[in-house]
């Protein structure tokens, strides 16, 4: 709702808060009607006293202050309204029908453009009216993206804190049941209590991996030259300990250097190499491929298994958290895994997709640009 506010120098009219432009002009009717092309809203004074007043209180993209005789007062409120614009940026348009009215005015600091009134208006205005709606684009889509940082800082630390204390909890007792009690339990009650143990490992595990997907986001890249092919055989290596298997084979194919950041690259190759491990140990003479090639526009890198496959029609969903192909008991994932690995990818303004047949095998590809 529009207000009127009583100041010294009279009535001054307050707008919605919407981004317009301030017209200080006696009789502003013109220069609103030069203006009309614009769809913009108009703030209109008639005194540049005023005009203080409102670039304070207003959502203002630019001043245009119309002058037909410049006096002494102006010259000084001129001055005032330039120490605002170097502060604000906001830029202040003279108008004038007479340069030697603006040469009264000598060379005030801030962001000033003189013109003469009406010729070049209609062009300067959309000059600096473009400039400014895209400066306040992005000033609204950074504070967004804050805003969004913030909350998932949030929330992140109330998933690493009031999630786990009752997991804790079912852990604990559970354990003290297994401990205390096992002998008066049958072989029935035995399972449930470790299957309750064994989920709440998993949810563990997923908490862990959600807030290193939310950390991925924000945290801050240390580029380095990359060896991808010891890299990967280090993993591999490490993966295999843990699943007490020594079976699966690995090839790796001759790798370019890798430009990226060195503990996210890990992380990725971690993910991708356990999927191709899990989903092909079971099989007959399991391996897992890892490769680079090169089509007419860029290269990728490839990681290859010959492990149970899924249905093409589905790879859209495959880098989507939560989204998995198989069960859980076929595939022993989370969900998380590729997200993260996709994550990681755009971080490195790369790509990463997929291809599978059922029961042949899966192939990820990925770019990384130099």
């Given at each position: ?226 060896d991808l ?42 993910h991708l ?37 899924f249905e ?59």
């Open positions: 709702m529009n207000q009127l506010i009583e100041r010294e120098t009279g009535k001054v009219q307050l707008y919605p808060d919407s981004p317009g432009i301030l017209i200080v002009d006696s009789d502003p009717g013109a220069l609103k009607t030069h203006l009309a092309e614009f769809e913009i809203v108009c703030h209109t004074v008639s005194g540049i006293d005023q005009a203080l007043y409102l670039l304070a209180k207003q959502n203002v993209l630019l001043a245009l202050i119309n002058l037909t005789a410049v006096t002494a007062k102006e010259r000084r409120q001129i001055s005032e309204i330039a120490e605002h614009s170097s502060n604000t940026g906001i830029p202040i348009i003279i108008l004038s029908p007479s340069w030697s009215e603006i040469e009264l005015l000598g060379k005030p600091e801030g962001i000033f453009h003189f013109v003469l009134y009406p010729e070049q208006i209609s062009q300067i205005v959309s000059l600096y009216l473009s400039k400014r709606l895209k400066n306040k684009q992005h000033e609204e889509t950074s504070r967004q993206l804050e805003l969004i940082r913030e909350e998932l800082e949030s929330l992140s630390y109330s998933i690493s804190h009031d999630l786990r204390a009752p997991l804790r909890a079912v852990t604990g007792f559970s354990n003290v049941l297994l401990k205390k009690a096992s002998d008066r339990l049958d072989g029935d009650h035995l399972r449930y209590l470790q299957m309750i143990t064994d989920n709440v490992d998993k949810l563990n595990k997923q908490i862990d991996d959600l807030l290193t997907l939310s950390r991925l986001t924000r945290q801050k890249m240390y580029v380095e030259v990359i092919k010891e890299l990967s055989e280090s993993v591999f290596e490490n993966i295999l300990h843990t699943y007490d298997h020594s079976l699966v084979e690995l090839q790796v194919s001759k790798l370019p250097v890798l430009n990226a950041d060195l503990s996210m690259m890990q992380l990725m190759m971690h190499l356990d999927n191709a491990i899990r989903f092909s140990m079971d099989k007959q003479n399991p391996k897992v491929e890892i490769g680079f090639k090169e089509d007419e526009n860029e290269g990728y890198y490839y990681i290859k298994d010959n492990g149970v496959g093409e029609e589905y790879s859209n969903k495959l880098f989507q958290l939560f989204q998995k192909l198989h069960s859980d008991e076929d595939s022993g994932g989370n969900g998380v895994g590729l997200a993260i690995v996709k994550r990681i990818v755009t971080r490195h303004n790369g790509k990463v997709w997929a291809k599978s047949k059922l029961g042949v095998g899966t192939t990820i590809f990925f770019t990384i640009p130099e």
